[in-house]
């Protein structure tokens, strides 16, 4: 018998009819997405989640890229974007803490921020994505943090995680890095089978604020609360590519409880 914490979903039976038929219909009903992420070397991520987010329905995107990509981009991507903000960038290529001010109008603009990764691995960024992640001044905010994006958080690890309103999207090492970051006390293995990394999210997300998704076992997990729900997947790429990070966010501009809201977005994959 399985425990009374964990909801297994079926591919194509969702357990949650209510947001499933919630969902808008009316684009002008459908909310606002900031996607940001980025840097001098890579853009396909940030340019792949805006159109998954538009294909999933939501009312209006907003994407933010450092400016160092302004002459790396195609035509038909600028063309594409309707809102391309080009934020400052630092001399590798990311992010720059001057990008600040304008992350923080996105996030305040949508309501919903998407940091969907790419965004290089230099340190002004990673203090940039951290300093986001604990400012008060955005604890309305949903953020969903994804890919590389979730490697900048670690050193913020204990603030990111008490925060209620941040969705993290990760593999099995980056959940080990964070519980070693904040000295979680459970071990965290890849040879925990499905039923242990449910036990091991349901502990983990009643003690931290943070909801979590996880692709381990071929199955999906997404865990808030101390609940758990899983559903069987066999295409990994399209977490790591960015697309399930994507449809999480965008559920979330929908329906307020991450844990339905994110199951629920399984139904598009």
Same mark, same amino acid.
């Given at each position: 018998m399985d425990n009374d914490y964990w909801q297994k979903q079926t591919p194509g039976k969702v357990l949650f009819d209510d947001v499933l038929w919630s969902k808008?219909? &009316?684009r002008d009903q459908a909310g606002r997405l900031a996607i940001v992420g980025g840097n001098s070397q890579g853009f396909w991520a940030v340019a792949a989640g805006y159109n998954w987010a538009r294909r999933a329905g939501v009312g209006e995107v907003r994407v933010l890229v450092p400016d160092a990509l302004k002459s790396k981009l195609p035509r038909v991507v600028t063309a594409?974007?309707?809102d391309l903000i080009m934020a400052d960038s630092n001399p590798s290529g990311g992010f720059a803490m001057s990008a600040e001010?304008?992350?923080?109008?996105?996030?305040?603009?949508a309501g919903n921020l998407l940091l969907i990764g790419d965004s290089g691995a230099n340190s002004e960024t990673t203090q940039l994505f951290a300093k986001?992640?604990?400012d008060e001044n955005l604890s309305g905010v949903r953020i969903t943090t994804a890919r590389d994006a979730v490697d900048a958080i670690v050193y913020n690890a204990e603030a990111v995680l008490n &925060?209620?309103?941040t969705t993290l999207v990760l593999s099995v090492a980056q959940l080990q890095k964070l519980a070693r970051a904040v000295y979680y006390p459970r071990v965290?293995?890849?040879s925990q089978g499905a039923r242990q990394i449910a036990e091991t999210l349901h502990k983990f997300t009643i003690t931290y604020s943070?909801?979590?998704v996880l692709f381990h076992d071929d199955n999906l997990f997404v865990a808030n609360g101390g609940d758990v729900v899983s559903q069987p997947f066999s295409a990994p790429a399209r977490v790591w590519n960015g697309e399930v990070p994507t449809l999480a966010?965008?559920?979330q501009v929908w329906q307020s409880d991450p844990l339905k809201a994110i199951a629920t977005s399984w139904t598009a994959l």
């Open positions: 808008p219909e &009316r594409q974007i309707s001010n304008d992350l923080i109008a996105a996030a305040h603009w986001l992640l604990g &925060r209620p309103k965290i293995t890849f943070a909801t979590v966010a965008v559920w």
